[in-house]
């Protein structure tokens, strides 16, 4: 694989064009507003991800791949963007060399290898000595097309039948030894490395063959799978079997599912089902996980019930990422997947399958159920807490402590409020416990005992501000209650912009806002103060999807305020809180980059770059702090002049050394 071709297959198209323009999903396709002239009124601008290309149909009538599309918006030349998307695919370039030349030259020769072996294997399968074998693939359920289609063959019972072979055809040992069709033997020369199994050919995502899985045919061979070694062609910890005919099937049903077996693979593209693929046989990693994240967001794990089940649960919650990789066996690694799906901004999840069944099996005897079951997978986190609760007797408060110590790690793996907050919420609820339990830090001791009236309150108590029901409470409450404010009064947003503006603080948006469906409904409020009808322009111009999430932030509104409209001191009240929590939350995620910073390796001191990192975290500490006590002092002056009441004072500035 050329440079190029490697920076193509890691950069998604999608994700690069999208940190420029907001992509619209149509259909396999993405549309949006060109970036490259002026467009308002009409997308013309489009993003083919099966072809890596994006194409404007409007005035600039360009298009090209993720280097033209670097080039025209960097303004720079084939080489600079070739520089910045290495960079951004985590490879260093050097120039081309006669070495690199004669590395190419024998990769290619060594492909041509594995392809004689592919048919090689497959003739061995299909003469008198493979009908055996035959047989037992077709009593597994698969045809001969499906044979066929994926290239399976049979390695000879022999030692030496392939190594002779390959040498007949001029290769030499070094060559079958470097493609992985050939071993040492103890006693000298060269065997076949595949005896006796059933060889199914591995293929990258652009269909080029990288070396076999081989599965055994006498029960008493072991290991019962065996891989390709590891070399330049063939890394089994960034492949995915199945992976170049599953890549369309993947994108049009926006979800790939993982299985574990090769076989498995098969029957389930058999029945109907491409967008299946599968690993090398070991821990599932982030290198795979982000191939798949190129063509679908959605991956399923439909893990056999032994790698998904309670063992492999619990032993996945115990043990170190590092023991795990080198496990020789599938382990379903609970919190390295929730920090994949963190990292990656993935959405992972396990289908659950019947006890002592194979994808294989599940598929052959009732398409439906295979089906239902991907559809029904749940996240991650809640299949691990559903597992723990299973067949446990959830009264006792031994049992409880147990689960909660085991999913408290789990949840604080999961960097989406949002999404941690709802976890918590579910398995509080059938614990019946406090869900502030699993978030460290959510539960103050002040917690315990009722809040002090306003007629209770000390003077020492003119410091601090209450908060009013609709304000004070959940998060989820406050940025629907603020929403439904908006849409009702859009009006206000002049004066609130302007208010804002004065205390040098940013206008409301997206950033404010936890809940995607509200993040977007926020600038169509921002749009239809340019409209004469706001009424209408919302009616046109909201999508389906986030009706509900609107019609909620209404209901919101009306609950705790009435039909009355807000004044405009309520509404700005209203929207310094909202603006309170999203500070809180940035200062919670430079306080963790700070701790980050802080903690270099054991023995060595904070080098220059280090120390200019955590110089600037501080300064932006400092700059968020400063930002805390406006809004404070406003809240407070409202207080004093008789409006509602509201925040705490904020700790001291953090001195920058």
Sequence with gaps: MTTVEEIKARVDIVDLVGETVRLRRSGKNYTGFCPFHANVHTPSFAVFPDSGTWRCFGACNEGGDIFRFVMKKEGCDFPEALRILAERAGIELHPRTPEDVRAEEEHARLRALLELAETFFRNTLLSAAGAPVLEYLHHRGLT??????????????????????????????????????????????????????????????????????????????????????????????????????????????????????????????????????????????????????????????????DSAGNAATLRGLELAREAMDRSGEPVFDARGLVRYESRLQADLRVATLPPGKDPDEVVLESAEDWRARIAGAQPVVLHVFQTLTEGQNLADPKVKAMIAARMTPLLEDVENKVERDSYAQHIARVLHLDDRMFLPGQLPKSARRPPR???????????????????????????????????RQPDQLFRIDRSFAEMKLDRIGAEDFTEPAYAALIDLVRGSLLEEDAEEYFASRIPEALRDALAAAKDAFRKYHGEEPASADESLEAMLRLRQRTLERQMADVRFYLLEVEQPAEGTALDDDQHEARTSALERINRLRDSMRGIDRALLERFRTGGTRLPIPRPPRIEVP
């Design 453 to 487: 009236t306003r007629a209770g309150a000390s003077a020492r108590d003119e410091n601090r501000v209450a908060s009013p029901a609709p304000i004070a409470g959940r998060p989820e409450i406050q940025e629907s209650y603020n929403l439904g404010l908006l849409f």
């Design 144 to 305: 001969d097309s499906t044979l066929e289609a994926f290239g399976v063959g049979l390695a000879p019972a022999g030692w030496d039948g392939g190594t002779g072979y390959f040498r007949s055809k001029g290769y030499i040992d070094a060559e079958l030894q470097e493609a992985g069709v050939a071993q040492s033997r103890e006693s000298g020369g060269l065997r076949d490395r595949f005896h006796n199994r059933i060889t199914i050919p591995i293929r990258d995502a652009a269909g080029k063959l990288c070396g076999f899985g081989a599965r055994i045919v006498d029960p008493n061979d072991q290991p019962k799978f065996i891989n390709s070694p590891q070399s330049p062609l063939f890394d089994k910890g960034r492949l995915l079997f199945g992976l170049d005919r599953a890549a369309r099937a993947i994108r049009a049903a926006s979800e790939a599912v993982l299985v574990e077996g090769y076989l498995d693979v098969m029957a389930v593209h058999q029945a109907g089902f491409e967008n299946v693929v599968s690993p090398m046989g070991t821990a599932i990693t982030e290198a795979q996980l982000r191939l798949l994240k190129r063509f679908a967001k959605r991956i399923v794990l439909a893990l056999d019930p």
